[in-house]
């Protein structure tokens, strides 16, 4: 049934496991014909950009490509190798993981005490003893986190809420703990995950290695905007034999694309020119579709980038001892999507949810 967050909200705050207790207030009961197996559900729709996913995923398979799923969670260090120079400017726009610290929280005779008013009765040295090793074991990483309330429930014999409520009002370590950084940061291209991938693959797959992954990547972006999301998909490919060349990067943009009707193709240097690929081979995509001309866009002409090739730098290979030439295509899945379904906002076509 429907409820009042606001109501609910005000009597969280005065005692939030009452509140939480009450929930089951608000579940109605349902009737014979809205009962399983009676009730039914009817077919959905799907999102654009897992649709376009899904049709990518395809496509690589049809050029001969296996699938494959890299590191999300990239070290700061991996970025130096691969990005050379330029892992200052890469690391500027890269999100940082961070972690609670493991405070180390000791049993006064006092916490004792307190601990025994909340639960309405004085906690025997046993359970005294128990406390304190769960609390050790947290803080040497032996008791998770998620696990902590759960452990001090069963050895005091008490309701999980009940021990949150003592964990919040006796523990005032939990509540002052502050994220720390560490080096390891979220993936802001696939390349990151490529290299580190190939180098436990080039010395027991047989050449030519062909995979692909479709997946997300992270992006420090100033703002949001129409163009720009800080969450984005990647279709990324790669290919790792004795001999890749840039023709090897046509051919695939020319044998994945056509399968999205575009017709023609155009290859131009790209300026940006990353430390990551041999130098001369970094190439953007430009591709011909006939459903662009005339339309609202900015791609009225029937033209428009959607992708970028190159052959990875010996220098940064060679930092993971891989000793074969690889060819790396990638495109943006948003911006393919947002051709497909005649978007001219990723924000919209990515959350429709939140636009009003």
Known sequence: MKFDPSLIKEAAKEDFDRAWQQGRDYLGRPSMNERYPRNSYSFGSVHPIFDTIQ???????RLGFSEAMNPV???????????????????????????LPRPDIGMSEDRVSQVS?????????EEVQALRQILHGYKKG???GDDLVGEIAAALGAHDALISTVLEKVFPEFRELKAEATSRTLRSHMTSGWFISLSHLHHRRRLPVKLFSVDRCFRREQAEDAARLMSYYSASCVIMDEEVSVEDGKAVADGLLSQFGFEKFQFRPDEKRSKYY??????????YHPGLVGSATKYSSGWVEVATFGIYSPTALSQYDIPYPVMNLGLGVE??????????????????????
């Open 55 to 61: 049709k990518l995923r395809e496509a690589y398979v």
């Open 117 to 125: 008013a909340l639960l309405g009765r004085q906690l025997s040295e």
């Open 142 to 144: 032996k008791v998770e």
């Open 73 to 99: 969670i990239v070290d700061a260090a991996d970025v130096y190798r691969q990005f050379g120079s330029e892992a200052l400017a890469v690391l500027d726009r890269c999100f940082y993981l961070a972690g």
């Open 278 to 287: 041999t130098p001369g081979t970094q190439i953007e995509v430009f591709a």
């Open 335 to 356: 911006r393919l999507a947002m051709i497909l379904h005649n978007s001219q906002d990723l924000r919209a076509l990515s959350y429709p949810q939140f636009q009003t």
